[in-house]
């Protein structure tokens, strides 16, 4: 059984910087596919980035066409098992609570598409981060 503690979340003025953390215990093989999502007051919850185990790395469409891209680093540490989200100028719209996801599942296919595609099976419980004008 997997477990993903987050940390590193916090508030912050606009325009800040702050940088998640998500340790991943409890498993015998490295998870092809790890993630951050966040859900931000009174909406779904959506996929900020996704890593595979090479360091490849996807942002959604979604979250990039909301000023996302350019500002989030996605980066993982297989070696200690965390992975990292690196967040700066931050907005008052990226307050959210952020979400760490792993898969065990070894990929249908190799590349970050593939873990846009998935359903994760294990999650963190959130770290909150409220960022504020």
């Known amino acids: 059984q997997m477990q993903l503690v987050e940390s590193g979340g916090g508030s912050v003025q606009a325009g800040g910087s702050l940088r998640l953390s998500c340790v991943a215990s409890g498993h015998t093989v490295t998870a092809y596919c790890m993630a951050w999502f966040r859900q931000r007051p009174g909406r779904a919850r959506e996929a900020v980035a996704h890593?595979?185990?090479?360091?490849?790395?996807?942002?959604?469409?979604?979250v990039n066409s909301d000023s996302v891209k350019g500002r989030f680093t996605i980066s993982r540490d297989n070696a200690k098992n965390i992975l990292y989200l690196q967040m700066s100028s931050l907005k008052p719209e990226d307050t959210a609570m952020y979400y760490c996801a792993a898969d065990l599942r070894p990929p249908v296919y190799s590349g970050p598409a593939h873990c846009a595609s998935l359903s994760y099976g294990y999650w963190g419980h959130g770290a909150q981060v409220t960022v504020s004008s």
């Open positions: 890593i595979t185990s090479d360091g490849e790395t996807s942002y959604p469409d979604s």
